[in-house]
Nanobody, 115 residues
Framework: QVQLVESGGGLVQAGESLRLSCAVS????????MGWYRQAPGKQRELVAT???????VYATTLKGRFTISRINGKNTVDLEMNSLKPEDTAVYYC?????????WGQGTQVTVSS
């Protein structure tokens, strides 16, 4: 069974940085797109950033420039570097991966940014 495990969330002050990491527990299946999404209280889940197997990236327009998504070559891991965090970035961040043509989601990691 393939699992996605997120780590790196926490409580920070505005202006600080966090790095989230998502590890996919598989070596038998190919991993296509990977990405990060977030859901704030009372809001719908929204795209943060995605990265394809070829390295192409897509960012939410409002986040591009502050957040950077990366995928370690040869590793089943996708990271999200979050800089200059703002209170409105507070949300549960979810990792998404397409593994063997299946869409899988992690359980989420809480990011809280205080003002």
């Amino acid at each position: 069974q393939v699992q996605l495990v997120e780590s790196g969330g926490g409580l920070v002050q505005a202006g600080e940085s966090l790095r989230l990491s998502c590890a996919v527990s598989t070596s038998r299946f190919s991993i296509n797109d990977m990405g990060w999404y977030r859901q704030a209280p009372g809001k719908q889940r929204e795209l943060v950033a995605t990265i394809t197997s070829g390295g192409s990236t897509v960012y939410a327009t409002t986040l591009k420039g502050r957040f950077t998504i990366s995928r370690i070559n040869g590793k089943n891991t996708v990271d999200l570097e979050m800089n200059s965090l703002k209170p409105e970035d507070t949300a549960v961040y979810y990792c998404r991966a397409v593994v063997d043509r299946r869409e899988l989601w992690g359980q989420g990691t809480q990011v809280t940014v205080s003002s």
